[in-house]
């Protein structure tokens, strides 16, 4: 599909070697953008640019800050201007929460929040006056918590709250956030091992599809599944939508606690 919005434009989108990056990636293509594909993930970069040549290609760890700043450093040779900028880089981390890595928690905090958070401001100071957009991946647990999920959601509700400062200072027009369900990536294999999948799950293609559409229409919110805005929205007047969900997942949650112990 073609997107008037993406023709010609300059995009980087990070975590673009596996899932939804990947997929902007596809998506993306025919609408003749160039395109900085960035990840730590150098051999699934290399695979991405063997499919699609004119792709740039960038290897850099966004959870560590040296990691902007090696996105920030090619702009500065390569580009004048960056158009949109999708900050999809992200991890999961899963367990109860007194056994969430707290320890190494700043890692996860820098590539799910500061990371996306720095890119974003850098770029528009970099190219002051270009007409720029940052699209950030968040999660639907912003809104909604599901047990195993503490440090991640943490992360992800930050972003929230952060974002809805900044729209509400009334200068955040070119801020866009994206609010997936469980999505078929490597998400739940990087997060732990055989974790319970949130229900529902969808697509990383029709995901990718919902961002681009949004992204073009400049929405500052994007949710790729409309049952889960209908499960929001019904929960306002219904409570019992939301506690029922949780605790579905909780007897979930409880067999993959009662499996490993076994294991």
Known sequence: MLYKAFTDARIIITGAASGIGKELVRQLIPSNPEILAVDYDMEGLEKLQREFPKLHILQA????????????????????????????????????????????????????????????????????????????TASAMSFWTIPGYSLYAATKSA?????????????????????????????????????????????????????????SKKKKKIFPSSLFVSMLVLNRFFRFIGRFYQLFEYQKYKKWLKKKSES
């Open 61 to 136: 760890d966004l959870s560590k800050k040296l990691g902007n700043e090696q996105i920030l450093a090619w702009l500065s040779v390569h580009w004048k201007s960056v158009d949109f900028c999708f900050a999809n880089a992200g991890k999961a981390e899963f367990a109860p929460a007194e056994d969430q890595n707290w320890k190494e928690m700043d890692q996860l905090f820098q590539l799910n929040v500061y990371s996306p958070i720095q890119i974003g401001m850098a770029v528009r100071k970099l190219f002051l006056g270009a007409n720029f957009r940052l699209i950030i």
């Open 159 to 215: 972003l929230l709250q952060w974002a809805r400062t900044v729209w509400l200072e009334k200068k955040g027009n070119w801020l866009t956030l994206v609010f997936p369900i469980a999505t078929k990536t490597k998400f739940f294999e990087t997060a732990g091992n055989d974790i319970p999948k949130a229900f529902p799950v969808q697509s990383p293609s029709w995901v990718a599809t919902a961002i681009l559409r949004g992204a």
